[in-house]
């Protein structure tokens, strides 16, 4: 089965960049996804990115995909205090469902 | 709005009570996802539908839940003998196909008191 692990927790200052990471396990994923959560709402897709490119750069945010090491990484630059909430990343289950399995999240804190 | 929409937003019953929520997905998607979310978890799969076809449960989808999609447009998600275990967020969420796409709703939140 899927597992997808990221830290818990971020904190940063208001303008810096966040880095949040991400491991997963099945290295036949086609494509992996970063999903914003804020309070009391649902998931909102932020961005994906398929398997066979090693970077995917969207205004501020910039994904980075090491598919040797299974490992997946959001960097949101000039972060914001509007940048504070749940971070999940996601990739599709095995066996031809292509269901999004998510891992726990990390909570972004961006202080002023 | 062209969003997935969940009604209600929030449920509040007492234990042993049944429960149903409805989820109206984005119209041209036809597949449609439920999930759970307890507080400092990411989203658990529960089930799936691909049009009407129910095509996969999760294993934590006991015999006391059972979703439908009618006609292959809104689906719902009922909970019988609800426990306090089942209080979480439940989110609906559509796509237009396999790849990528997923929409969630704002989800409804059950408490069981």
């Known amino acids: 089965g899927e597992d997808v692990e990221q830290s818990l927790f971020l904190s940063v200052r208001e303008g810096d960049s966040s880095v949040i990471n991400c491991t997963y396990t099945d290295s036949s994923s086609t494509y992996l996804y970063w999903y914003k959560q804020e309070p009391g709402a649902g998931l909102q897709l932020l961005t994906y990115?398929?398997?066979?490119?090693d970077m995917k750069q969207d205004q501020r945010l910039t994904v980075l995909l090491n598919k040797k090491d299974k490992h997946l990484s959001l960097r949101i630059a000039d972060t914001q205090t509007g940048d504070s909430a749940i971070y999940f990343c996601a990739e599709p289950s095995a066996g031809g469902s292509y269901i999004p399995t998510f891992g726990r999240g990390t909570s972004l804190i961006v202080h002023p | 709005d062209t969003g997935v929409s969940q009604d209600p937003r929030h449920k509040i019953t007492k234990r042993g009570q049944n429960v149903t929520f409805r989820c109206d997905p984005i119209?041209?998607?036809?597949?449609l996802y439920w999930y759970r979310q307890t507080l400092g978890q990411g989203p658990e799969f529960l089930t799936y539908f691909q049009n009407e076809a129910q095509l996969e449960k999760s294993r934590l989808l006991s015999d006391r839940f059972s979703a439908e999609r009618p006609k292959g447009s809104f689906s719902t998600l009922e909970i019988q003998r609800t426990e306090q275990g089942d209080s979480a967020m439940y989110l609906c969420?559509?796509?237009?196909?396999?790849?990528?796409?997923?929409?969630f709703g704002s989800g409804t939140r059950l408490t069981v008191v």
């Open positions: 990115i398929f398997s066979n490119m």
């Open positions: 119209s041209e998607h036809n597949r």
């Open positions: 969420a559509s796509s237009p196909d396999r790849t990528y796409g997923y929409t």
